[in-house]
């Protein structure tokens, strides 16, 4: 059996390129914001639970068209994190699975 070829750039918003990420003192600033203005996890807040945020999360994925600046950014625990993660990825999987079905490439969804 041969290996399959990963999914390629189905997550990549259409026709144009990932936007350039924020990263080394810029983003250490940035989260350094974030946490002091929110300390906890706005998604445990939301249900009346409290945890300590530590993810600086993209409230809409950058794949997903987001932007990488302080109107599209959220602070999460790593749980809320991780599930918000898990659901972005199985979106990716099944627009990649919808373009292949459909006869399309898996960039072009």
């Known amino acids: 059996m041969a290996p399959r070829e990963p999914p390629g750039p189905a997550w990549r918003p259409r026709g144009r390129p990932l936007p350039a990420r924020i990263r080394g003192r810029e983003l250490q600033r940035r989260?350094?914001?974030l946490f002091a203005k929110f300390p906890c996890c706005v998604t445990?807040?939301?249900r009346g639970q409290v945890a300590?945020?530590?993810?600086?999360?993209?409230?809409?994925?950058?794949?997903?068209?987001g932007r990488d600046d302080e109107s599209n950014e959220q602070a999460l625990c790593a749980d809320c994190s991780e599930t918000k993660t898990r659901a972005e990825s199985a979106?990716?999987?099944a627009r990649a699975f919808h373009a292949r079905r459909a006869g399309r490439g898996a960039g072009q969804c």
Do not use: K, N
């Open 44 to 46: 445990c807040a939301a």
């Open 31 to 33: 989260r350094a914001r």
């Open 91 to 93: 979106r990716g999987v």
């Open 52 to 65: 300590l945020a530590t993810i600086r999360d993209h409230t809409i994925p950058l794949a997903e068209g």
